[in-house]
């Protein structure tokens, strides 16, 4: 009877806390409401700037720029409020109130976040979904534009190709990202080894602070300003708006693009291009695309290499420069298209050049479904060994490529310490793995495969540590606790983005941020004070 009654008092202890814990959260979420009310701007109506569960278009907004599907339905919280701020105002008043009432940040641009990390949270949440924040301005005679961290780098393109024929930015060729995650997490297309990154090329940026502060480069200070251009600015603040030096392109640029199979000599010519792709003149761009294909007459599956290029001149130049560094690839004038540099972008975006330019303003993403991806450094050619084994492995799964972009050029002059972005010198390319499918139940199998793959490459790519790539975010490196993470729990995802620009990055965060209140699960850690010993 005692253990009875005992289980009885229990249970109904649990159920009065969790009675108050609703209540408690629901008067919480009433008062963030209230006071981000009463930080509004009167212009406009409240209705028009937060949703809540209720409002009829929460559902749409939240899953409006998700293009993973893998995030369509988790076990992970949907934000309490989605907040599309018009202004920096509207900014600052969620900041505000959500620290005021302990609720997370999450910050959306483009919603490309390879993790999701940009609009899901284990914890309770506010979503600030900066779309509606896509102003750019362009100034061709200073050669810079101010952007608005909602646009897609799509749409600045096409900005920059209204007032100008002969300039362009060293931003990503996936039109629909967006330039707030993109800009703070380095940005490389295909121009970067003539210009080096998009962050590279940032000369301003505003930023609301943990404290609600709005800061330009000067008022913030340099050490935050070089920490968002590469260090990923959700850990810093929330940036609506960048500043960034354009540069010049040629009226006339070329572009080509060769597939050979395994059984047209591919694997040789792969490994030619291992030797060559980075030392190639600086206006040149060659980069290979190892995917499964169909070879005919027979139907079977076999390995395709996909090697595209965008020269930046015409293709009488064009030829020599690869008669001379890759007459194996056979290159020959009909390869070649000419075009403007801004076609250019149309075709490497998955378009044709002859497109309308109005495609790049266009939010809808090329591709939405299931994917994971994960990136790696390589520093020395992969060996025969090597690709025989991960040609294999690609045949496994017909969804899954490696995309291997080649550094050098300019990337080799920049110091590692530049920005957070430490993958310069030495490197001589990096891969992107991609694997896709269509239905969720096929999820744990190719993740499993993923990983195996992955773990497979080890043997042929960075290490001590192994390199990756922020903006093809992996939660398999590690993740930070739900609150607090020390600086060396943390280090085992960190080291790998940013190697030795790890621990300064750590020294801004806890200098700006030493609350921890913009974090995530691979958010820069604050430093842990030191007590004294008595």
Same mark, same amino acid.
């Given at each position: 009877?005692? +253990? ?16 108050? +814990? ?8 009433e ?11 009167? =212009? ?30 988790? =076990?992970?919280?949907k ?6 701020p018009?202004?920096?105002? $509207? ?13 997370? *940040? ?6 490309h976040?390879?993790e999701?990390?940009?609009?899901? #949270?284990?914890?309770e949440?506010?979503? *600030?979904?900066?779309a ?5 301005s ?14 897609? *780098? ?7 190709? $209204?007032?100008?024929k ?11 990202? !967006? ?5 703070? !997490?380095g940005?490389?297309?295909?121009i ?9 090329? %940032?000369i301003?940026?505003?930023?609301v ?25 959700? #850990? ?8 960034? &030096?354009?540069v ?45 294909a ?11 290499? #996909?090697f ?5 001149? &015409?293709?009488?130049?064009? /030829? ?5 560094s ?6 020959? &004038?009909?390869?070649?298209s ?14 044709s050049?002859?497109?309308s330019l109005? %495609? ?32 294999? &492995? ?13 550094y ?8 590692? =310490?530049?920005t ?10 990096? *891969? ?9 139940e096929?999820?744990?199998?190719? /993740? ?15 290490n ?42 750590a +020294? ?12 995530? $699960?691979?958010?820069?850690? %604050? ?8």
């Amino acid at each position: 009877m005692e +253990r009875s009654n005992f289980r009885m008092r229990l249970l109904l202890l649990l159920l009065l806390v969790s009675l108050a +814990r609703s209540a408690n959260s629901s008067s919480a979420h009433e008062m963030f409401l209230q006071c981000f009310s009463s930080h509004m701007q009167h =212009s406009r109506s409240y209705s028009e700037v937060i949703l809540t569960k209720n409002s009829s278009a929460y559902s749409s907004v939240l899953q409006s720029s998700i293009r993973n599907f893998r995030f369509l339905n988790t =076990s992970t919280l949907k934000p309490q409020f989605i907040i599309t701020p018009f202004n920096e105002f $509207e900014i600052q008043a969620a900041i505000v109130c959500a620290k005021k009432y302990d609720m997370q *940040i999450r910050v959306r641009s483009g919603g490309h976040d390879y993790e999701g990390l940009s609009f899901l #949270s284990y914890q309770e949440f506010v979503l *600030i979904d900066l779309a509606e924040l896509c102003s750019i301005s362009v100034d061709i005679e200073s050669e810079t534009a101010w952007i608005g961290a909602g646009a897609s *780098i799509g749409e600045l393109y096409y900005r920059i190709a $209204e007032k100008s024929k002969v300039h362009g930015f060293p931003a990503g060729s996936c039109p629909t990202v !967006g330039v707030g995650g993109h800009f703070s !997490g380095g940005g490389f297309g295909t121009i970067f080894r003539k210009y080096g990154l998009a962050a590279d090329n %940032v000369i301003d940026a505003r930023i609301v602070d943990a404290n609600g502060r709005i800061l330009d480069r000067e008022s913030m200070g340099e050490d935050l300003f070089w920490a968002i251009r590469g260090g990923g600015g959700a #850990s810093f603040g929330v940036v609506f708006s960048w500043k960034v &030096r354009l540069v010049s392109v040629p009226p006339t640029v070329t572009v080509f693009s060769i597939e050979k199979t395994i059984q047209q000599g591919a694997s040789n010519l792969l490994r030619k291009w291992q030797s060559i792709g980075d030392k190639l003149h600086e206006d040149l761009f060659l980069h290979a695309t190892i995917a499964v294909a169909t070879s005919s007459p027979n139907g079977n599956k076999t390995i395709q290499v #996909s090697f595209a290029s965008l020269f930046l001149g &015409r293709a009488e130049e064009l /030829l020599p420069v690869m008669q001379d560094s890759f007459p194996e690839l056979g290159l020959m &004038r009909e390869n070649c298209s000419e075009m403007s540099w801004i076609q250019s972008v149309l075709y490497f975006g998955g378009f044709s050049p002859s497109d309308s330019l109005d %495609v790049l303003l266009s939010r809808t993403a090329q591709f939405k479904g299931f994917f994971k991806g994960k990136s790696d450094y390589v520093k020395e050619p992969i060996s025969e060994t090597g690709l025989e084994g991960l040609y294999k &492995r690609l045949l496994e799964e017909e969804t899954s490529m490696l995309i291997l972009t080649p550094y050098g050029g300019r990337m080799s002059e920049i110091s590692d =310490s530049e920005t957070p972005f430490p993958h310069r010198n030495g490197n001589i390319f990096e *891969i992107q793995y991609i694997i896709t499918w269509d239905v969720e139940e096929e999820t744990e199998k190719n /993740l499993k495969w993923m990983r195996k793959l992955y773990a497979y490459m080890a043997p042929y790519v960075s290490n001590s540590p192994r390199a990756a790539y922020l903006n093809y975010r992996d939660l398999d490196l590690g993740r930070n606790n739900y609150g607090n993470t020390s600086f060396a729990k943390a280090s085992v995802w960190g080291l790998k983005y940013f190697k030795n620009n790890f621990k300064r990055l750590a +020294r801004v965060k806890t200098a700006t941020d030493p609350s921890n209140f913009f974090r995530n $699960e691979q958010s820069i850690p %604050v430093l842990q004070r030191k007590r004294n010993l008595k």
